[in-house]
């Protein structure tokens, strides 16, 4: 969603604001916009509504040595994209750059308005930069300003604010949305997400939720809203700057779903132990005995995450016999008035580990005294930050919108988890020897199959490039990869996929199949093999355009057959799954869309 970048020293503040905005591309957005002081607080504001590629073009045409200033990438909430709405908003000598909501701003405008504000967009941020500048007139300082200010509205924020009568520092305050500080040798840099900063510095300083600092060259000054100074911890980043780049892939989607053998390799790390076939996990802060009283694994996740929970579901009930599990889309479970047990652990699922849906779940379990942990790969984000233990997936950084390698490690992840549990429960190894050979596998086999089937692929999609619908189904394992397939096809291709468990067909989904339809159908060969079959064949003898996604040797009736040879058996389905990857990829490509950051999406959902 909406990106912050500030920056103070002695570089050229334009240079280092739009290159910061270019690292945060991938969040999504629909304008951008730059403030810059000099000296004297001389502010020049320059904004757009496209790509920060034109901000570029601007900063040619109206640069400036300025060494201060603050940059946005905006998402639209209030009011629609536009150079009007774009931040930075200025309100007297306040200019400003916020992400977040601010619930309150129509009473504020109000209250405002009646002290001749003038307002000249549709946003909720024009106006609490109009509240900080009224506030100002009577404060003693910027930052005692931005504290009152921020007393004053009822929302979510992450905020740096300028204000051209103290050009020698930023201001910046969050509640609710992330803000992390970067410590270089006479210089501060600030953004809404790391990576930003990669390439500048290692040095960072996460703001948590009701703290505020002044960006100075001298460096930081943290207090909180009581105004007592707080002292700041500096952590070292881990992420490096190759694990933003494309490494000479066409796009970062392709890169991430070839990542795949390396970061659940991460993933595993130091995890396993295969000699005695057990799983620890560091994180978790749960001794045995309380991992025996586990009675309810309840996961909760939006999107892909979501559908990571229900995969894992199939592997922690085959483990867990014993053990409830349920899985929750966070959006729904927020509002509901849910029942929780005795013996509930929340797994709370986040590539980003800032959802806001999945957040605001997080809060109301703890508050409800479940126990929580994290199944998150952006380390120090909210969502590691508030759980009582967890997992961290270590994909390294994900830049596509749609996301793959998060998926993959995700499942893994819960796998760990499960197995960990077993072990402390006292299951026989024989029980979880099966999984961990097969995780030790998992690397390898995801390396063969994109290996194998890649070509393809491609090919397959050159073929079913002109439907404008799909149906994803599968059985038992593969229902969960089924949804996820409709989802990554409909995002990064504009597809409409839908995806179902294929005994759903003759439930209504059926009544869809035409000619404009094609159709994804996984098939694994065991159990259910027969099941499945007969699905196949009801679909094939109403003109179905199927696409097989198989284990199987036998004779498949299909239009398309792709067969996948894998060691794997439980693990199937999460090399299925890279099958759905690549697919929704070269559709995306063969349809020429931006496969990077697909229309109206944002790579990390920040709002409601
Ligand atoms: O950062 P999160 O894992 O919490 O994000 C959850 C969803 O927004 C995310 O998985 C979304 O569905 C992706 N665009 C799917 O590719």
Redesign the pocket.
């Known amino acids: 969603m909406c990106g912050i970048v500030g920056y103070i020293g002695n570089k050229s503040a334009q240079g280092v604001l739009v290159s910061g905005l270019k690292r945060l591309e991938y969040r999504g957005y629909d304008s951008a916009g730059i403030a810059t002081l000099g000296p004297r607080g001389a502010a020049t504001v320059l904004r757009t509504k496209g790509k920060v590629q034109e901000l570029v073009d601007l900063v040619t045409t109206h640069e400036k040595s300025d060494m201060i200033g603050i940059g946005h990438t905006r998402w639209a909430t209030h009011g629609a994209p536009s150079k009007r709405n774009a931040h930075p908003h200025v309100a007297g000598n306040i200019h400003l750059v916020h992400n977040g909501i601010i619930e309150n701003y129509q009473d504020l405008k109000v209250m405002l308005a009646r002290h001749d504000y003038d307002f000249r967009s549709d946003t909720d941020t024009e106006v609490l930069a109009a509240l900080i500048d009224y506030v100002a007139r009577d404060a003693d300082s910027l930052i005692d300003a931005v504290r009152s200010a921020c007393e004053m509205v009822v929302g979510a924020y992450g905020i740096a604010v300028l204000d051209t009568r103290s050009p020698d520092e930023i201001v910046v305050a969050r509640k609710g949305s992330p803000l992390v500080l970067g410590v270089g040798n006479g210089e501060v840099f600030i953004a809404s997400d790391a990576s930003a900063l990669l390439g500048y510095t290692k040095q960072v300083i996460y703001l948590q939720d009701e703290e505020l600092a002044i960006c100075r060259t001298s460096g930081v000054e943290l207090s909180d809203m009581a105004s007592s100074t707080l002292e700041p911890t500096v952590e070292t980043l881990e992420m490096d700057l190759e694990a933003v780049q494309k490494k000479g892939y066409d796009h970062f989607l392709l890169k991430e779903i070839h990542d795949q053998p390396d970061t659940v390799e991460a993933t595993l790390r130091g995890r396993i132990n295969p000699t005695v076939h057990t799983a620890r996990l560091g994180g978790i802060n749960m001794t045995a005995e309380e991992l025996r009283d586990v009675r309810h694994i309840m996961i909760v996740?939006?999107?892909?995450?979501?559908?990571a929970g229900m995969l894992a579901k199939y592997y922690i009930e085959q483990l867990l016999g014993d053990v409830m599990v349920s899985v929750e889309v966070?959006s729904e479970l927020r509002y509901r008035s849910f029942a929780v047990q005795e013996g509930t652990v929340a797994l709370i699922?986040?590539?980003?580990?800032?959802?806001a849906d999945?957040l605001a779940c997080l809060m109301e379990l703890k508050r409800r005294g479940v126990r929580t942990l994290g199944v998150v790969?952006?380390v120090g984000s909210t969502?590691a930050r508030e759980v009582d233990g967890g997992v961290y997936v270590h994909v390294g950084a994900e830049i596509s919108?749609?996301?793959?390698k998060?998926?993959t490690s995700?499942v893994v992840a819960m796998i760990l988890f499960a197995l960990t549990a077993a072990d402390a429960r006292g299951m026989s190894p024989e029980r979880r020897s099966e999984l961990i050979d097969e995780l030790e596998l998992l690397p390898s086999e995801i390396e063969k199959v994109l290996a194998a089937h890649e070509k393809e692929v491609k090919a397959v999609a050159k073929n079913y490039m002109q439907y404008d619908h799909a149906l994803y189904v599968g059985r038992d394992t593969l229902m969960p990869v089924a949804l996820e397939g409709a989802?990554?096809l409909k995002?990064v291709s504009y597809i409409h996929a839908e995806g179902y468990p294929a005994g759903e067909l003759k439930h209504g989904p059926i009544s869809l199949i035409d000619d404009r339809f094609f159709e994804v159908f996984y098939l694994l060969d065991n159990w259910l093999y027969e099941k499945s079959q007969s699905n196949l064949i009801e679909m094939n003898a109403r003109g179905a355009h199927a696409i097989v996604v198989t284990d199987t040797a036998r004779k498949v009736e299909a239009e398309t057959v792709l067969r996948v040879s894998t060691k794997l058996d439980l693990l199937r389905p999460l090399v299925f799954n890279i099958i759905s990857q690549l697919l929704a990829y070269y559709l995306a490509v063969q349809r020429d869309t931006d496969v990077d950051q697909p229309r109206n999406?944002?790579?990390?959902?920040t709002v409601e």
């Open positions: 996740g939006c999107g892909t995450a979501y559908y966070a699922v986040s590539q980003s580990g800032e959802t999945t790969n952006a969502i919108v749609a996301s793959t998060a998926f995700q989802l990554k995002e999406l944002a790579k990390s959902v």
